[in-house]
């Protein structure tokens, strides 16, 4: 069994790399598959106190490391994914948003994936893949070797880790949860009182603080922090099979054709385990918990009833992480005469192909990640391509004046600050272009947990309050979202946010008291208003990402270590290679050095699972 026991051993795929084939939010405050073999999971000094049943909500890159972090720790692990498949956004379809492309109608037919069909990584292999699982290890089914791969490479890379730790078994297809309920069974939420060595205790269900974090422990029982009530729904689209012959496939969902205000192209048994204990939906809920249904290893199973056509179900759970993701919900900036303009307006969400901008003007409102790369690709087809701006990765591009691109067709512009019923745009220093057939927004996404309700804000895009951007503080430690920062490393920050989660709720470690985080919640918020920093911005790390999952390795314990200097070092040469090279810096870099030390680490990682 490839998965962790309660002593801790697991499976994986073991592996061969081969070379170039492959804190808080910043501001102060080939391939060569071996057999499966087995290994000891090493552990830090202290050792988990309690296993809980888990929900994690998405089997994206964020919730399939979470499932893996969890059952490592001993606890009982149901993950819930919308989709037929693991893999998350990265499960690319034609399927666009029609006729909403710019994503703002609540009631639209909603496309999770953000995926156009030429995107490639602006990260490389190496430092984008979890700390031991290389980014190569595929099993033999990798079909782009290249350092920059594409979305499908990525989705192949999920797909073989899922395969690696046989996490699909804990997942459950298909399922979308429709609301999230904290269940409180006292007054107060737990504190952990101070012992007088200075180590933390919790209270147990008694009220009797005898928990230590020296991994000493004389009860066992769950704390008196919220359960969750999690309610879930069958989603009815056609079937994608994820079988574990089948996880290593791309898979290719079909799609369902646009509408005609953007032509699309050619339209193109799993197992699940439900822990917890049940209860019964049928419009309304009961209260009173069931534990008679149960499985042949002994997880309990729901009892499930139609609500509105379609299958629903309830089921109480220890605890509930959060893995949805924030790359699906469009956020776009309101930009005056957009309601009369004459040509297409819409967000990146919903670009596929470049084939529907041929011949066209076209605006693109947005320079991060998506707006220089689509833009490109834009210009390709299109007569003339304006990228708008407030400011640019690199500060010199502020001042070019002459076009840019293969084909020298994209201009650089300030803000639009209005669109004109002629089809006009008009530019915050004055300037204007006539006749513009498109603009499209690539202004990045909102935070929304639909499922969610009182429980955290998302006013001006800032996920509050929130501690350490992890635990929200009203539910501190049963709820845990991961994934809430940007401008980082994904992957790598995934893992170790899980690590932490898994071993705060086994009490392998310990929160500081509800006091201290919401003083050092209060605080932080205080010095970015203090900095004129955005509330939108509240989440963004950039450089201060190493520091951040620095801290949280020191928090999980001596066994968890920080980041490997290379993984900075390679970050950073991407990041100057882009500046400096803008058209070309995945397919020319300066970094071979730090490849060679990626290869060598991977190469240690691989040693150290094998020797256990």
């Known amino acids: 069994m490839p998965c962790v026991s309660s002593a801790g051993v697991f499976v994986v795929n073991s592996f061969r790399v081969v070379a170039r084939s492959a804190w808080y939010s910043g501001r102060k405050l080939a391939k060569q598959p071996h057999k ?4 000891q999971c090493s552990a830090s000094h202290a050792q988990p106190q309690q296993s809980l049943s888990v929900a994690v909500i998405g089997a994206g890159a964020a919730g399939l490391v979470a499932a893996r972090e969890l059952v490592l720790e001993g606890h009982h692990v149901t993950v819930f994914e919308k989709g037929s498949g693991t893999g998350g956004v990265w499960v690319y379809t034609d399927e666009v948003e029609a006729p909403d492309l710019l994503g703002q109608d609540p009631e639209r037919h909603k496309v999770h994936s953000s995926m156009y069909a030429q995107l490639r990584t602006n ?31 990525v989705l192949r890379y999920l797909q073989a880790f899922a395969a690696a730790f046989q996490l699909h078994k804990f997942v459950q297809f298909d399922t979308e949860v429709t609301a999230a309920v904290p269940i409180f069974s006292h007054s107060h939420q737990h504190q952990p ?3 007088s060595d200075g180590s933390q205790a919790a209270a147990d269900s008694n009220g009797n603080a005898d928990v230590a974090t020296n991994g000493h422990s004389h009860h066992q029982s769950p704390l008196p922090w919220p359960k969750w009530q999690i309610t879930t729904q069958k989603v009815h689209h056609k079937r994608q099979h994820n079988s574990t012959e089948q996880l290593l496939e791309l898979e290719q969902p079909n799609s369902r054709q646009a509408s005609a205000s953007k032509p699309s192209d050619d339209p193109s048994d799993d197992s699940s385990q439900q822990n917890g204990n049940m209860l019964r939906s049928n419009g309304t809920q009961s209260h009173a918990q069931t534990d008679d249904l149960q499985s042949p290893d002994g997880a309990s199973q729901p009892d499930s009833s139609t609500q509105t056509g379609r299958q629903s179900q309830t089921a109480t759970y220890d605890a509930l992480v959060v893995c949805s993701g924030h790359y699906s919900a469009p956020r776009c900036p309101e930009v005056k005469g957009a309601d009369v303009f004459p040509g297409q307006v819409m967000h990146s969400h919903n670009y596929r192909h470049n084939k529907t901008f041929k011949g066209q003007t076209v605006v693109l409102v947005g320079a991060s990640a998506s707006g220089e790369d689509i ?41 639009p600050t209005s669109l004109a019923k002629d089809g006009s745009v008009t530019f915050s220093d004055g300037q204007r272009v006539e006749q513009v057939d498109s603009v499209m927004y690539c202004t990045g996404y909102l935070y929304t947990f639909p499922f969610l309700e009182n429980i955290v804000s998302t006013a001006d895009n800032r996920v509050a309050p929130v501690y350490r951007h992890i635990f929200p503080l009203s539910t501190a430690p049963t709820l845990s979202i991961i994934g809430l920062p940007w401008k980082v490393v994904p992957f790598p920050e995934f893992e170790v946010q899980a690590k932490w989660i898994a071993r ?26 203090r900095q004129q920093v955005p509330a939108r911005y509240t989440h963004q790390l950039g450089d ?11 928090q999980c314990g001596p066994d968890v270590p920080k980041t490997e200097p290379w993984r900075r070092k390679m970050y950073e040469a991407t990041g100057q290679n882009k500046r400096e090279f803008p058209d070309r810096y995945r397919d020319v870099w300066r970094d071979d ?15 150290e699972l094998r020797a256990g």
Request: charged share 25%.
């Open 193 to 195: 009182q101070q012992q």
């Open 375 to 415: 833009c490109r690709e834009i210009a390709e087809v299109a007569d003339k391509v304006y990228l708008c701006a407030r400011s640019w990765q690199n500060p010199a591009w502020a001042t070019e004046t002459v076009p840019f691109g293969h084909q020298h067709n994209i201009w650089r512009r300030p803000q």
């Open 504 to 529: 705060v709720l086994s009490q392998r470690v310990h929160l500081p008291s509800m006091d201290a985080m919401q003083a050092e919640v209060q605080q932080f918020y205080a010095d970015l208003e």
């Open 544 to 554: 201060k990402q190493w520091e951040y999952k620095d801290w949280i390795a020191e």
């Open 593 to 607: 050095d730090l490849v060679l030390q990626a290869k060598q680490a991977a190469s240690k990682h691989s040693q």
């Open 123 to 153: 990260l490389p292999r190496e430092v984008m893949a979890y700390t031991n699982f290389a980014f190569d290890d595929l099993a033999g089914q990798s079909k782009d070797s290249r350092r920059f791969p594409s979305h499908e490479e």
């Open 36 to 39: 499966l073999i087995m290994v």
